[in-house]
């Protein structure tokens, strides 16, 4: 959103239109750094088969920092804020040409024609705020689509010390909205992200993805799983212990909020 100077008082601004171009911000964080080597042959594993008109390493005070680039840009935040706010500061000085914003950590290898299956899919879901591809690591399969949790549930979960959140065996083989994806390599449609201020900054390791397509819901959009886009990355965990009380605590009525676990796996 951008203020104008000619709205009349009391009027939200107008949405800014943005265009069609695509930026994959490449986000090397202290939980998912970028690849050790230097020179520009380091810089292009961390984009391993990218092939889009913006490519940006984002410098969220990686460990070691950035490889030496070549000819790809890199924005230094300075500090560790994590990936979600990394990812909304980098978004924020993006020309309004770019409508479309893929985010993947180093290393993510995207397979032949992934991002053009996702930009198609965006074409096809207008109400998309999220496109999610396949995952695969070690030769197979990784679920990374789930319901969405319904907080009264999750509660009880929390509170026996179950898995939270509860995720789903196996992914839809079809083209089709589901509840969120923990998929890495998401596809995230500007004006959607505007909506709601994007990424929740104090998600700085996990949770972060699902935190944003629950609001997204909220606010009308989709998160669609397009299996024709495949990516591999084996990814490590990431961790943040207190990530499952924020998010429970923001959809939990004050009084029970206290039953919350400081902490959770």
Sequence with gaps: ???????????????????????????????????????????????????????????????????????????????????????????????????????????LVWAEGALDALRAAAVRHPRAGILAPRVRAGGASVASTHPLPRPGRSLVAVLAGR???????????????????????????????????????RYPGRLDDLDLADRLATAGWLTVHVPSATVVYNAPPRRDPTAARRYLSDRTPRPVRALLPATSP
């Design 1 to 107: 959103m951008t203020d104008d100077p000619l709205a009349p008082p009391g009027r939200p601004p107008a949405p800014v239109r943005y265009g069609a171009g695509l930026a994959v911000l490449v986000v090397g964080t202290g939980a998912e750094p970028f690849p050790s080597a230097a020179g520009p042959a380091a810089a292009r594993t961390a984009v391993v088969h990218v092939d889009a008109p913006s490519v940006i390493l984002v410098d969220s005070r990686a460990p070691g920092g950035p490889p030496m680039a070549g000819d790809l840009r890199v924005l230094r935040i300075g500090e560790d804020v994590g990936r979600g706010a990394a990812v909304n500061r980098a978004v924020a000085v993006l020309p309004a040409d770019i409508g479309l914003v893929a985010v993947a950590p180093p290393g």
């Design 163 to 201: 898995p939270w959140p509860r995720v789903s065996p196996a992914d839809p083989a079809s083209e089709e909205p589901v509840g969120w994806s923990s998929a890495p390599g998401l596809l995230l449609r500007r004006a959607a992200l505007d909506s709601v201020d994007g990424f929740d900054p």
